[in-house]
């Protein structure tokens, strides 16, 4: 298996949608354990789904910025 700096860059663009999930479903369960401590409304899985939503799209921003700058200092000399 290749380990150089070009495969390990690729694998950490790679895990971005994994991490979009794991934050999505991180505050959904966290909404769902708010939910059956406050007594049944539906609104905290729905919250908590929002802001795990928000959260993985900032970090998909953050990622995809990263990105863009590493291809732009390649291009120019």
Not at 14 to 22: M, R
Request: aromatic fraction near 10%; charged fraction near 20%; charge should be positive.
């Amino acid at each position: 298996m290749a380990s150089g700096p070009d495969f390990r860059t690729a694998m950490r663009y790679a895990t971005a949608g994994i991490e979009v999930l794991v934050a999505f479903g991180l505050c959904a369960a966290g909404g769902v354990c708010l939910d059956r401590r406050l007594g049944g409304q539906t609104l905290w899985p729905i919250v908590g789904g929002a802001v795990g939503f928000a959260v993985g799209m900032w970090n998909l921003i953050r990622i995809a910025k990263q990105f863009r700058g590493n291809t732009d200092r390649k291009d120019k000399p």
